[in-house]
């Protein structure tokens, strides 16, 4: 599918950042900013898996000592692929990482420190459809 077939999608996910640090760095891009938001735990596997899922951390068995993304419920970046997009994933978080089996669903999927994530964004994102980028 090209990219004139549907909106581009780009999201943005910030572990452990504050609101002004992420107002000064990302006021370039645009998008919809939510003002209230919380997360489903309190560190980042359990969150990180909520967010790829849609699912509660204990539904998809990330709330315990089990930090492996291997529940059979589907990611963002696999339904999005059902849809024909291309994914590419950019992590600079060791814990969103190949290792804990967050690229599933991913065309691409890079662990780049923080300054070359942002770098990989800019350069390319018009020539995909959904872009992951992911702060540790």
């Known amino acids: 599918m090209t990219s004139s077939a549907g909106p581009n999608i780009a999201i943005v996910v910030l572990d452990t950042l504050r609101k ?7 006021d370039w891009l645009p998008g919809t900013r ?10 980042t596997v359990p969150a990180h898996a909520s967010l790829f899922t849609g699912e509660y951390p204990s539904t998809v068995e990330t709330h315990a ?3 492996v993304l291997d529940h059979d419920a589907p990611t963002l970046a696999e339904s ?9 994933g950019i992590s600079a978080n060791v814990h969103v990482s190949s290792a804990f089996d967050f690229d599933r669903g991913f ?7 923080w300054r070359a994530c942002r770098r990989v964004l800019i350069a390319q994102q018009s020539d995909l459809r959904c872009h992951l ?3 540790g």
Do not use: M
């Open 80 to 88: 999005l692929q059902a849809e024909e997009y291309r994914t590419r």
């Open 65 to 67: 000592k089990r930090k």
């Open 20 to 26: 002004d640090a992420f107002d000064e760095y990302f």
């Open 107 to 113: 065309d691409e999927f890079y662990e780049l420190g």
């Open 133 to 135: 980028l992911v702060r």
């Open 34 to 43: 939510y003002e209230q938001a919380w997360s489903t735990s309190n560190w």
